[in-house]
């Protein structure tokens, strides 16, 4: 899970059952969310246990007092992380703890509704992934794919398709547009792209609105460009196919990388 929320968080604070807002935190308090906030950046969000993971996001809705005693109180009361999430906000709300004042305390409505926002979040990816990312499982699949892409294009257009470790495409992205003969690539914004996006291999590809595939010397040199970039970095490109209208070249199949 990223670090980063998708969607801006409303503070909300911990209140006690009569609605009184929870005090300022404690200097160790204080110190806990710092120490906390170090270690993920250290050894990365996988390292932290459940309770942690859930003291940072609750960090961020409920800016004072000490959360952890409600982390773990919410994963005694439902069992997992994932279950936490995914309760309803009238279940939320009713976890208290002892703030340290003799009172007892839980999670504001908007706490609980932020907490059901990133489950929600979580739901749509889960349910988004399969069908967004599909998998250039063969040479047919894939010449498909590029011809519907680019065959018709009036422009020169350079495409990359980033991949995961099996194949799915991560992102289909317009790396440049061009003229009718020509459009630029950069070889070390390729290879920047790929390590943003944590793809394993790409392929390139473009056209040739004139209809001819056969690769020019120009395709041929950046390419070469792209795959040394990349392989001093371990990423690794499968293929450049050049697509007109009179059909599709491959680097591969021509020898050329």
Known sequence: MSSVLPFP???????????????????HQTGHRDRLRQRARDAGLTALPDYELLELFLFRSLPRG???????????????????LAAPVEALVTVKVEDGRGKRAGLGVETALDLTALHEVARRIAREEPAKRPVIASWTA???????????????????????????????????????????????EVVRRALELSARAMILVHNHPSGDPTPSRADIDMTRQVVEAARVLGLEVHDHLVVGRDGVASFKQLGLM
């Open 9 to 27: 968080i409303t503070p909300s604070r911990t209140v006690d059952a009569n609605g009184a807002k929870s005090p300022a935190p404690s200097p």
């Open 66 to 84: 000490d959360v952890k005693p409600i982390a773990k109180a919410l994963l005694a009361r439902f069992g997992s992380l994932a279950a936490v």
């Open 142 to 188: 894939l010449l498909a794919y590029v011809r519907v892409a680019l065959q018709h294009e009036a422009r020169e257009q350079v495409r990359i398709l980033f991949l995961d470790n099996r194949n799915q495409l991560i992102l289909d992205e317009i790396q440049n547009r061009g003229t009718v003969d020509h459009a630029p690539v950069y070889p070390r």
